[in-house]
């Protein structure tokens, strides 16, 4: 168990709708990252966010969007959903000693 | 988005042997990590190094650092079938970057 806890764990909706999908991290962990996983393919960046601020940004498409609220935990937003949404999202905690991430198990996405 | 270059892509050993994959970048890295992911799971960390040189050793698992700071090896000695997944290296680039890249990935299947 690596303390990160992610909802829901599956969920499945229909193109044009918007979800949102929720992170809660380690304890006193204060940095979080949102990764998209394509089937077979590798972790793409989402965004990261440290302390309720956005940090840094990678690929994220304008129909996506993420917040971190004061007690923490994160949630990302997708909206419009196309087909190619289609994927698992994690969400993962830094150790700010160590720069290593923890991960969640993972929000599998499917739109039909 | 900047990935690192991972390989071999997949490889497919017997159980006892050894197997090693490496990563390697056009740009410095201040800390490389190495993760594993079982099918429907998040990444789980295995090794951090976080000195160029460094060489650390998790049970049957040894990675290095490489003396460029563009490198990273992972070995993994006397494989067993549990040691199937997919295995990540990612890297911090530092120097204000928070954000972690990620190689693409290597699928580790174990012949009993």
């Known amino acids: 168990d690596s303390g990160v806890t992610q909802t829901p764990k599956h969920l499945i909706t229909a193109t044009g709708q918007r979800v949102t999908l929720r992170c809660s991290p380690r304890?006193?962990?204060?940095?979080v990252y949102w990764y998209q996983q394509s089937l077979d393919q590798g972790l793409q960046f989402l965004i990261q966010?440290?302390?309720?601020?956005?940090?840094a940004k990678g690929n994220i498409l304008e129909r996506f969007s993420a917040q971190q609220f004061p007690d923490l935990h994160s949630e990302l937003n997708l909206s419009s959903l196309e087909l190619g949404d289609s994927a698992l999202y994690f969400c993962?905690?830094?150790?700010?000693?160590?720069?290593?991430?923890?991960f969640g198990e993972g929000s599998r996405l499917t739109v039909l | 988005g900047q990935q690192l270059n991972q390989s071999p892509q997949s490889m497919f050993i017997q159980e006892g042997e050894d197997v090693s994959m490496n990563c390697t970048s056009s740009?410095?890295?201040?800390?490389w990590l190495w993760y594993k992911q079982d099918p429907g799971e998040g990444p789980v960390l295995l090794i951090a190094?976080?000195?160029?040189?460094e060489l650390t050793s998790n049970g049957r698992l040894t990675a290095q650092f490489g003396i460029t700071r563009k490198d990273s090896f992972l070995n993994i000695s006397a494989s067993i079938p549990s040691d199937v997944g997919i295995y990540f290296c990612?890297?911090?680039?530092?120097?204000?970057?928070?954000?972690?890249?990620f190689g693409k990935g290597m699928k580790l299947t174990v012949n009993p």
């Open positions: 993962a905690s830094r150790r700010a000693s160590t720069g290593e991430l923890f």
């Open positions: 304890s006193g962990d204060l940095s």
């Open positions: 966010y440290y302390n309720g601020e956005e940090r």
């Open positions: 740009s410095i890295f201040n800390t």
């Open positions: 190094l976080y000195k160029a040189g």
């Open positions: 990612a890297g911090h680039q530092g120097g204000g970057s928070e954000k972690l890249v």
